[in-house]
């Protein structure tokens, strides 16, 4: 009896230990189990934190094309890995009416952000915050912000199979010439440059969006210096690599030899541009002038500062002077000023 006892009492120990061993394995098994979902917590909620870029401090493509264009290809290469990012603005110490349309275009653009979350933060710079926040710029983005309510800026991004809008053409150049001016005279320059652009703006589509005019424009009417800033902007394919530039190209001439031959670079094409050589995709002799045209009104005395920025190309059509770019604009932007200065001069003269 006392034989069996012991063996049952061996055995009972026997599966205690067994027990014991299969529960410290499964608690060892349960803790590795946690430690490594926690690690991939901790990894997923690593790669859904978006990835801090500082923009440059001269935030303008005007002052600053390179450095502006750097940081959104440097951005677009995060967003084509489909990684977050946050467009940190606290530490810019310039911002200009241009840099403002082309940040709100091109992040709202299907092709750029590609669906990705994208999130910012605003200037510390209260004035310059100020001038983010009256621009309109945060009623195209989910925000705790709210543009300021009264604003005498346009911002507005469009759609239409229609050519040109003449409506918001007129709307557009008739508040500028009023806030300016402070009168309701007719102001034919800005009108004009306008409708060129809205017209020019299917040359430089993608062929699958030809017929399809895609736009946005940005009025900032400066309060202080009573200056009115356009910025007209498109993200297509730019000047340079629309169709009449490349029917031109293909001319048979010394410089479409060159080319060819991958020598010929953009802004050797400038003038050619300006002076109504490159005609339209149609082929019409009254189309392809919108550029002659626009060319021949940034010579006005009132309108000052005027560029085009479009893929390598950087022009300044008041001086002519131009330049290379190593960072390429994703479509075309014209940018002017509307100043009361020159007008006063001239009403004195």
């Not at 009108?191 to 946005?216: K, S, V």
């Not at 993200?235 to 991958?262: C, E, H, R, W, Y």
């Not at 541009?273 to 010579?299: C, D, M």
Request: glycine content about 6%.
């Amino acid at each position: 009896m006392y034989k069996i006892k012991n063996k049952s009492i061996f055995f009972l120990k026997s599966r205690f230990k067994s027990i014991a061993k299969r529960k410290k394995s499964h608690n060892e098994r349960l803790i590795k189990w946690k430690i490594n979902q926690g690690v991939k917590r901790a990894l997923y909620q690593k790669l859904r934190e978006p990835e801090d870029h500082p923009a440059p401090k001269i935030f303008s493509l005007i002052q600053n094309p390179e450095g502006v264009l750097k940081y959104f290809r440097e951005i677009g290469d995060v967003l084509s890995r489909r990684k977050s990012i946050l467009l940190n603005l606290e530490d810019i110490e310039v911002l200009t009416s241009d840099a403002i349309a082309f940040l709100i275009a091109i992040i709202k653009d299907r092709r750029f952000n590609r669906g990705v979350k994208i999130e910012g933060l605003p200037p510390r710079n209260l004035k310059l915050f100020k001038m983010l926040a009256s621009s309109g710029f945060y009623k195209f983005v989910k925000s705790k912000m709210s543009a300021l309510e009264k604003s005498d800026h346009i911002l507005l991004h469009t759609v239409t199979r229609n050519k040109v809008e003449n409506r918001l053409a007129k709307q557009a150049a008739a508040q500028a010439v009023y806030h300016t001016f402070g009168d309701k005279r007719k102001f034919r320059p800005v009108y004009e440059i306008l409708i060129e652009c809205m017209a020019n703006t299917n040359n430089h589509a993608d062929t699958i969006y030809q017929g399809r005019y895609d736009w946005w424009l940005f009025v900032y009417n400066d309060e202080e210096s009573k200056v009115s800033k356009f910025t007209f902007l498109d993200l297509g394919v730019g000047v340079f690599n629309s169709i009449p530039v490349k029917k031109f190209k293909d001319l048979v001439t010394l410089k479409d030899l060159a080319a060819k031959l991958g020598l010929l670079q953009n802004i050797y094409l400038v003038d050619d541009l300006f002076n109504g050589r490159i005609s339209s995709r149609t082929g019409l002799g009254e189309r392809g002038q919108g550029f002659p045209l626009i060319y021949e009104h940034s010579k006005n005395d009132l309108l000052q500062n005027f560029y085009l920025v479009s893929n390598d190309v950087y022009t300044n059509l008041k001086t002519g002077d131009k330049k290379d770019l190593e960072n390429l604009l994703p479509g075309t932007l014209l940018t002017w000023e509307l100043h009361p200065e020159k007008y006063i001069e001239n009403e004195t003269n």
